[in-house]
């Protein structure tokens, strides 16, 4: 079995986290200098194992094993949420470099080949998983000319030449290379944390399905304009996500989510009555069904809004993330790893939060292994775990590789 080095893990997630340091967290935006030259860093890191690393036009980070027959490849993104955590992607890139140093050093591993991945921007920066989409062929040319930066609308074309990634070529899978992705993962939530479990096993990357609700009312004088003459697209915002918080309740799991994250009034104005408001309303399920009645559901609520006045109000949908179950035999052998190191404290839960292993699971079979976040706290710069979880993660993790590859 591949014996992982922990003091060795933890001090290389301690290098990493230097670039962007912020308070005990990190701030590494997707393209921003520190997130280049963190790439660089683990580019060479993976170099010193023997993997032959490239920097791809999107800025994905691949450390190729050349040598092995079967490949198992390893990974998840490297930059990070605004003022974010130390682990959120980083544990995953850690592990991968781990793992392929781990199986190098032991003979028994000869042949089994571990490639190490760092996808650029998860995180959506520019757009999520803009480098496991470009991976796995679900990124055009033509998409790229189109996107532009969050924060400040710079368009990636003009990021990726900063960075000096443009011109090079945009490396793309080849199924037939691999025998699967797996990806480790700080939980994010609190179930491992608050049940005192120590990993878990992904069956599920839940679907996450958004969309854009516009109410159109008539902007005008808020001292000159009477009650009964107003039509206010504010209130009628309001009184529709109370009804959506209302409702949502009685059709849901004790799993499902649902967030209104983001609310917009025009002009915004003390003394104008807002003439047009959007909010983005976001539900998560594992469950495909459950999905569609929550559409049903929330196409029902615009309706009868609309149909109420005085505002005209009507919705789109922004996104469908489908749910994407982890592949059974990968479920299977992360079980029998962790049983193995921390018998009785494992459990099977699904990922609440999206990521790279939900891509990667259309071109090949994908596995996910989490291990428990401190009082489930995340996309903040206090995030954090437990050390020896994440020692025990990283040796869970070699081990499951190894069944992995040694049966698929
Ligand atoms: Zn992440």
Redesign the pocket.
Known sequence: MPTIDGQRVVTDLKRLAEFGRYKTGVHRPTYSPVDVESRHWLAEKLRETGLDPVIDGIGNVIGRNLSAKRRLLVG??SETQPYGGWL??SLGVIYGLELARAFAADPSCAGLGIEVAAWAD??GHYQSFLGSHSFTGMLSEAQIDGVRGRDDGTPLREALQRAGFAGRPRERVDPQRYIGYLEA?IEQGDTLDASGLRIGVVETIVGIWNYRVSLNGEQNHAGTTRMVRRKDAGVAMVRLATRIHDRFPEIADPRTVWTIGRMVIEPNAPSVIPGRAEMQVQFRDADPARLALFEKTLHELVGEADRAGPCRVAIETAAHNEPRPMDPGFQAQIEAAAERHAPGMHMRLPSA?G?DAAVLSYRMPAGMMFIPSLGGISHHWSEDSKAEDIVLGAQVFADAAERILRTA
Request: proline content about 0%; overall charge negative.
């Open positions: 998840s993104h959120d992607g998860e995180e993962h939060a990521h």
